[in-house]
């Protein structure tokens, strides 16, 4: 049976097989860790420590076993990619001193990604899993100040729960309404301003813009998504090195909106980071490097990270199987627009990258890259309705 024919037996339907409420309470599952993660720093702290490796192993196994008979059926470039990846994070293990989780990390999220193209996700699942991130959304509205949490992951979080409080209006007729969309992201504007997020502040102006003033005949122009994605990918790696450069010729700028400086930090971090890489670029720097400019290693940029501690040769790989999954999604924007929540959504987490390491935080993992499965969803159902 073809990866067509499965799909479209299992879009059209009404009863779910073992494997799809597998997929459902499996989600449902994740959607619930990651509540619990985000409701206090204790209790994030305490799942983390003792749950989280093994819970990430998990989903690559589940992710990866429920899609490898679709991949064999198919062309087998996905496999070979996964193969491909596989030996080199094996050898940086070898040459390089990385952390075993930190390499399972990097490789669940590309196996997440891959597989995001053959696991159908049922419109009612999304929905579900929509309307905790909703609620979510609320606790945050009056809670955010006393939990804990470091600025930044505040902003964060509130920007991720914004983008499923819009996919789940868009799921429910009697909320979805331009302004309710509106209330919603103005109350995230004076939550991210009162956290001085730069990062989420810039992810939710992106997804502003993007996803409400654009036509939507611009993203027919493959000239235009191509740039987007280059500016929120290769485009960070840039900014990194324009950004050290600035700070080691001693130019400084203040803004009239905000007391923090123009220089975090991360400055310092992205210097020592690159140095470093530029001695071993094609195997990276690993996981377990001593950072000497921040008290743990945390690269606060996605891209860096990625290309940082586990080289040229992942990053490309990461990036191509991105641009893959991103462009057939992002060319159907114009034609099914219920995509367009969930794609921009997922481009405005990638401008947040440029100063976080998000991409990579595995407590976050799960609800970012889930973006890219509804949309692939959405394509799958859209294009088999269509013929």
Not at 26 to 54: D, G, N, R, W
Not at 111 to 134: A, C, D, H, P, Q
Not at 231 to 249: P, R
Request: proline share 1%; net charge positive.
């Amino acid at each position: 049976m073809t990866t067509k024919s499965i799909l479209n037996n299992s879009i059209l339907k009404k009863k779910y097989s073992f494997k799809e409420l597998f997929l459902f309470f499996y989600i449902m599952f994740f959607c619930f860790f990651y509540l619990f993660c985000s409701f206090t720093v204790e209790m994030k702290q305490s799942i983390v420590v003792y749950a989280l490796p093994l819970i990430t192993i998990s989903n690559t196994l589940v992710f990866f076993i429920f899609s490898l008979t679709k991949m064999i059926k198919g062309k087998g470039i996905e496999l070979f990619f996964l193969i491909l990846l596989f030996t080199v994070l094996c050898m940086d293990l070898i040459f390089v001193d990385n952390q075993i989780f930190g390499v399972v990390i990097i490789f669940n999220v590309i196996v997440m990604l891959i597989n995001s193209k053959y696991i159908y996700v049922e419109k009612s699942f999304y929905k579900t899993f929509s309307f905790f991130m909703f609620i979510l959304f609320i606790y945050y509205i009056f809670f955010h100040i006393n939990l804990g949490f470091n600025p930044n992951t505040v902003g964060f979080v509130t920007l991720l729960t914004i983008i499923y409080t819009i996919v789940f209006f868009e799921t429910n007729k009697i909320f979805n309404h331009k302004l309710i969309h509106l209330l919603c992201i103005t109350i995230g504007y004076i939550i991210i301003f009162e956290t001085e997020s730069r990062g989420a502040l810039l992810g939710l102006i992106t997804f502003s813009f993007f996803n409400y003033l654009v036509p939507n005949k611009i993203y027919l122009k493959k000239f235009f998504i191509s740039l987007c994605y280059a500016l929120a990918t290769v485009g960070s790696l840039v900014f990194c090195v324009y950004y050290v450069s600035l700070w080691e010729k001693g130019f400084e700028l203040k803004s009239s909106f905000s007391e923090k400086s123009f220089y975090t930090g991360r400055e310092a971090i992205w210097s020592e980071v690159l140095t470093a890489f530029y001695k071993q670029p094609f195997i990276g720097i690993g996981s377990n490097f001593d950072l000497q400019s921040f008290r743990y290693l945390n690269i606060h940029n996605s891209m860096l990270e990625i290309m940082g501690l586990y080289g040229i040769l992942v990053f490309i790989l990461f990036i191509s199987i991105l641009w893959n999954r991103m462009y057939s999604l992002f060319s159907k924007m114009a034609e099914y627009t219920e995509l367009k929540t969930v794609v921009i959504g997922f481009l405005s987490i990638l401008v947040v990258g440029i100063f976080e390491n998000t991409l990579l935080d595995s407590s976050h993992a799960f609800p970012i890259y889930f973006l890219i499965f509804i949309g692939q969803s959405i394509y799958n159902r859209k294009k088999i309705e269509s013929k």
